[in-house]
Structures are given as structure tokens and as C-alpha cells.
């Protein structure tokens, strides 16, 4: 779940004036955001484990309408396990990722 999400450029403290129908690459296709996720992971070892992770991350994202591959992100933060009996409750999350879009339900323009 993204709390925030919002273009890469509204991270830069200083910026230029430039036409509103002219949009820099930041703009368009980079994304700052961050959230927070809840996984549970089953393993032979163990019945069930979980973690909550916070994290902020960068994406690159295509907007195109058809395109199967919708975002690539990095995202890193704080975990921390929730399982009784952990060795270690807190650590250190990195995800590198993609997305990929594999149905497309048509939008209410479109029906």
C-alpha cells in the first residue's frame, strides 16, 4: 500500500518555470513513493512468518495504455518480523521489482 506517491521532481528543492503541456522526464515518468507491507510467507520450516515493512522507494513507470510491463522499482526501509520466536525482529528490507499488467479492464470512457 503506497501512503504517498508523487513525481521524483517534486523532491527537487529548486526548480525552473517550464510550460505546464511540456513536462520534464521526472515529471512523467519517475515516481517517489512510500507505504508499507504486510507479507506472510509459508516455509517447510516454519508453519507461517510474518513482516511489516515501511519503506520508501524510486519507480520508473510506463504509461502506456497497452504496455505489459507497467513499473520497475527499487524500494528499501525498516522490517520488522512479527513471528513469535524470531532471532532477529528488526532488519534492513531492499526489493528491487517490476510489475507487469496482465489484464486490462476497460475504463467507464471505454465501455
Known amino acids: 500500500m503506497h501512503l504517498l506517491d508523487l513525481p521524483l ?17 521526472l515529471d512523467r515518468y ?3 513513493y512510500a507505504g508499507a507491507e504486510l507479507r506472510a510467507l509459508f516455509t517447510p520450516e ?7 515493512n515501511i519503506h ?5 513507470v510506463n504509461y502506456r495504455e497497452k504496455a505489459l510491463l507497467d513499473r520497475v522499482f527499487l524500494q528499501v526501509g525498516p522490517s520488522m518480523v512479527l513471528t513469535e520466536g524470531a532471532k532477529h525482529r528488526l532488519f534492513a528490507a531492499v526489493q528491487v521489482g517490476c510489475q507487469f499488467r ?6 467507464r470512457r471505454e465501455r
Do not use: E, H, K, N
Not at 496482465?102 to 475504463?107: E, K, T
Open 9 to 25: 521532481s517534486a523532491l527537487v528543492p529548486v526548480q525552473g518555470y517550464r510550460w505546464p503541456d511540456a513536462p520534464t522526464v
Open 30 to 32: 519517475a515516481r517517489a
Open 46 to 52: 516454519r508453519p507461517m512468518a510474518m513482516d511489516l
Open 56 to 60: 520508501a522507494g524510486l519507480a520508473l
Open 102 to 107: 496482465l489484464v486490462r479492464f476497460p475504463s
